[in-house]
């Protein structure tokens, strides 16, 4: 493991840290610049905070203090059933293992909490290709839509058994 991995913190987190706020509205932005407003899957901070969602933050120190490097989060969809939700890294952090870390984390997680399968939905656009890169190497596989998606020409839906 690389340094960088070694003092990664990945905590579950309560959404009230500003930071998290701007990095999550980072991401929907890079949603709706590759994907039409109907495509756009990815949740703002007021669904983030719902019932059934639960949260986590990566972080690495820093000589000014903890900087956040990545969030992932599950979203229960039945008992046996979670969804991959909010899955990114900082630009400037990407390419050194930081999501593969957090991945495994949300996929024990899942274990964790009783589910067998998690799912998620992601774009086939190039944009998307290293996330679909780690999720195939993952053991996720291509589905059809799960949950209340439809078909989309934007989405590309994953899952896999735990």
Not at 32 to 41: I, L, M
Not at 58 to 74: F, M, R, S, Y
Not at 92 to 116: D, P, S, V
Request: proline share 6%.
């Amino acid at each position: 493991m690389n340094a960088v991995l070694q003092d990664l913190h990945i905590r579950l987190d309560d959404l009230s840290d500003p930071r998290i706020e701007a990095f999550m509205q980072e991401h929907l932005q890079d949603m709706y610049a590759t994907s039409p407003p109907e495509s756009v899957h990815a949740l703002d901070m007021d669904q983030l905070r719902q019932r059934g969602i639960a949260f986590w933050s990566a972080w690495l120190p820093d000589a000014g203090g903890d900087v956040l490097v990545g969030t992932g989060a599950l979203k229960r969809l039945d008992a046996a059933h979670a969804e991959l939700k909010s899955m990114r890294t900082s630009a400037h952090h990407r390419g050194r293992g930081i999501a593969r870390q957090l991945l495994n984390h949300l996929l024990q997680e899942a274990r964790t909490r009783g589910h067998t399968q998690v799912s998620l939905e992601t774009g086939p656009q190039p944009f998307f290709a290293p996330a679909r890169k780690l999720y195939f190497q993952h053991g996720f596989v291509e589905c059809g839509p799960f949950a209340d998606y439809r078909l989309d020409p934007y989405s590309f839906f994953m899952t896999r058994p735990l």
